[in-house]
């Protein structure tokens, strides 16, 4: 992986660091001013409603920040754009498009059709 690079994914990973914390604070401030509900059953819902989308939206947040964090300590580590399973580089290409992949084509693809896939447990569940 070239110098140039490098910076140009440790700039980017900042960047989105802090664009997802201000984010997070923000859907945070939102849910803290949501009113218990007040008011006929109807809004009581929307609450309900409203406050399980912001939740939904906060954990995601929260799941990709915690990818960019680890990101950054992969590029802290000089581990950064190698792959967990296999150890080899993985290419240039895969990281711009994903900049948090830990995982080269190959490896993740294998996972993917691994026996501990969830989607796999989870329709196996489901036509039983
Ligand atoms: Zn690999």
Do not use: W
Request: proline content about 3%.
């Amino acid at each position: 992986m070239n110098a140039n690079f490098k910076r140009t994914i440790k700039q980017y990973l900042i960047q989105e660091s802090r664009r997802l914390e201000k984010s997070i604070q923000a859907y945070q401030k939102r849910l803290e001013r949501m009113s218990p509900s007040s008011g006929d059953d109807a809004d009581h819902v929307v609450n309900l409603l409203e406050q399980s989308h912001t939740l939904t939206i906060l954990e995601q947040l929260r799941q990709q920040l915690n990818r960019v964090e680890a990101a950054r300590r992969r590029v802290a580590e000089g581990k950064y754009g190698i792959c967990v399973d296999c150890h080899r580089a993985i290419p240039a290409e895969r990281l711009k498009a994903l900049p948090y992949a830990t995982l080269c084509v190959r490896c993740q693809s294998q996972r993917e059709r691994g026996p501990r896939s969830l989607m796999m447990s989870q329709s196996s569940l489901q036509a039983t």
